[in-house]
């Protein structure tokens, strides 16, 4: 079955939009943790994106709510943007925090979910673009997908390594508290790229 309709590309574009959105959020994200300072300004430009992908997600729920006939499942529509949406606003979170708790000394494990979220957002980005190309469940998405598991392991490890060294390494006790809501901001990040790659092999199952 062809759930992905040619006479509603408007929600094939949407998600275009959508996945170019995450790229720039990620591309601040990444170049922030390599300059770690000027924590307000970045934090501005990744508003702007997560403000501009607060509106995509908005036009995508206007459409399901005036479409007879949808790409797919209503609810999956609605589960995939607000998931990439998700992702885009605990980014932004991500940088607001460094910036709201004043913190100016980077930790090592910033770097690592930095280059972690970059990776993983190419491989999501792939991945809703070869669901809407296939249609259908391909050898691509399977690998896309296993690659993002396997992203979102590797960060269950760092977290689990960075909380350690956190509490037997940070001498200051307000500094282990902020340090380890960013942590935890940043780990949730990467589950979230997991669950958007499940809601994906959801649908393209369903049409298999």
């Known amino acids: 079955m062809k759930f992905f309709l040619p006479k509603e590309p408007a929600f ?18 990444y170049e922030f943790s390599h300059h770690f300072e000027n924590s307000g300004q970045y ?34 529509i609605y589960r995939l943007v607000h998931r990439l949406d998700d992702i885009i606003d605990l980014i932004e979170n991500a940088i607001h925090s ?15 979910f930095a280059s972690f979220s970059k990776e993983a957002t190419d491989k999501l980005n792939q991945l809703i673009a070869e669901c809407f190309r296939a249609q259908k469940y391909t050898p691509l998405i399977g690998e896309l997908i296993r690659s993002l598991h396997d992203l979102e392991d590797k960060g269950d490890q760092v977290y689990a390594e960075s909380l350690k060294k956190l509490f037997s390494e940070e001498k200051d006790p307000v500094n282990i508290i902020k340090w380890k809501d960013v942590l935890f901001v940043l780990e949730t990040i990467l589950d979230v790229y997991q669950a958007v790659s499940n809601t994906v ?8």
């Not at 460094?98 to 690592?112: A, C, G, S, T």
């Not at 092999?201 to 298999?208: F, L, N, T």
């Open 12 to 29: 094939a574009e949407h998600f275009e939009k959508m996945s170019r959105c995450l790229t720039e959020i990620t591309d601040i994200f």
């Open 43 to 76: 934090w501005e430009r990744a508003k702007q994106v997560e403000h501009q992908a607060d509106g995509i997600a908005h036009e995508v729920i206007r459409l399901l709510n005036q479409c007879f006939i949808t790409p797919f499942d209503r609810e999956d």
């Open 98 to 112: 460094v910036y709201l708790y004043n913190l100016d000394e980077k930790k090592y494990f910033f770097d690592e």
């Open 201 to 208: 092999e959801g649908i393209v199952v369903k049409s298999s």
